[in-house]
């Protein structure tokens, strides 16, 4: 397995090599030539700030896929690691993690093409906190505050990253995505989280990275950069590829789902 572990901070690449894991450091703050950046070659390291982890899988789409030559290619996070068995976040510690990260698949997970996170259910929240954050988009659907179906991936993403973005993003889609990933958020109460996934095949990954790309590219014609405003806006192109990579990959994979350590 070749697992990327992606930074924004220097101080974190002898921990992440401790594992075993490749430092991966994007962003600004990054000035330690020890880490395999998205800034050479043909990339988007600009774009960070509103794309995420993104800007690293364009560089890797663009200038190294074809030459990795390991089954499993996975992506973490530092303070987010991929584990067989779920530890609550209070037990794990700087002494017991490297114990429970993923450092090999078994051999009995090849019958899968692709593992994602644990998913994170949006409907989960408390009521209260839906009012506080977007009163008139309750009020505008009461059924809401009563069913926790209605509470949706489009639900949350209209609450969350600003209403009907999600819509107007998947307008955008080509036909053989636009009806299925309309239907998997208005129908689906769970997304797999983080655009974290480890991958077995690079073809298989290409073929995402295919498709994610140049729909990003569409959406920045319509939203663009410079008034993205507050967390939920400026990651928004990150937020849509979240939402977007759970539903492809288990359209077009054998997928199986791992905890997500925090730490």
């Given at each position: 397995m070749k697992m990327y572990c992606i930074t924004l901070d220097n101080r974190h690449y002898e921990k992440i090599k401790n594992f075993g894991y490749i430092p991966v450091g994007l962003g600004d703050k990054i000035n330690s030539d020890k880490?395999?950046?998205d800034k050479k070659g043909?990339?988007?390291?600009?774009?960070n700030p509103f794309y995420g982890?993104?800007?690293f899988h364009y560089w890797l789409w663009k200038n190294y896929l074809?030459?990795?030559?390991?089954?499993?290619?996975?992506?973490?996070?530092?303070?987010?690691f991929w584990s067989f068995n779920f530890?609550?976040?209070d037990q794990i510690n700087s002494n017991n993690l490297k114990n429970k990260v993923i450092t090999q698949i078994p051999d009995q997970y090849n019958k899968f093409d692709v593992i994602l996170g644990s998913p994170f259910f949006v409907n989960k929240r408390k009521t209260m906190k839906f009012l506080k954050k977007g009163f008139p988009l309750v009020i505008s659907n009461p059924k809401v505050l009563f069913s926790k179906k209605a509470r949706?991936?489009?639900?949350h993403f209209d609450l969350m990253h600003g209403r009907n973005n999600l819509d107007k993003a998947i307008?955008?889609?080509n036909i053989?995505?636009?009806?299925?990933?309309r239907d998997f958020v208005n129908n689906e109460v769970s997304f797999n989280p983080h655009n974290m996934l480890i991958c077995k095949s690079k073809k298989l990954l290409k073929s995402y990275y295919n498709e994610i790309f140049p729909w990003l590219e569409d959406c920045e014609k319509l939203f663009g950069f410079e008034n993205l405003k507050g967390y939920g806006l400026t990651r928004i192109y990150g937020f849509l590829a979240e939402r977007f990579m759970s539903y492809w990959f288990k359209k077009n994979a054998n997928y199986k789902e791992l905890p997500i350590l925090f730490h």
């Amino acid at each position: 397995m070749k697992m990327y572990c992606i930074t924004l901070d220097n101080r974190h690449y002898e921990k992440i090599k401790n594992f075993g894991y490749i430092p991966v450091g994007l962003g600004d703050k990054i000035n330690s030539d020890k880490f395999l950046t998205d800034k050479k070659g043909e990339n988007i390291s600009e774009k960070n700030p509103f794309y995420g982890e993104y800007t690293f899988h364009y560089w890797l789409w663009k200038n190294y896929l074809d030459n990795i030559n390991q089954n499993w290619i996975g992506f973490c996070q530092y303070r987010k690691f991929w584990s067989f068995n779920f530890t609550p976040d209070d037990q794990i510690n700087s002494n017991n993690l490297k114990n429970k990260v993923i450092t090999q698949i078994p051999d009995q997970y090849n019958k899968f093409d692709v593992i994602l996170g644990s998913p994170f259910f949006v409907n989960k929240r408390k009521t209260m906190k839906f009012l506080k954050k977007g009163f008139p988009l309750v009020i505008s659907n009461p059924k809401v505050l009563f069913s926790k179906k209605a509470r949706n991936i489009k639900f949350h993403f209209d609450l969350m990253h600003g209403r009907n973005n999600l819509d107007k993003a998947i307008d955008l889609l080509n036909i053989d995505n636009k009806n299925d990933f309309r239907d998997f958020v208005n129908n689906e109460v769970s997304f797999n989280p983080h655009n974290m996934l480890i991958c077995k095949s690079k073809k298989l990954l290409k073929s995402y990275y295919n498709e994610i790309f140049p729909w990003l590219e569409d959406c920045e014609k319509l939203f663009g950069f410079e008034n993205l405003k507050g967390y939920g806006l400026t990651r928004i192109y990150g937020f849509l590829a979240e939402r977007f990579m759970s539903y492809w990959f288990k359209k077009n994979a054998n997928y199986k789902e791992l905890p997500i350590l925090f730490h």
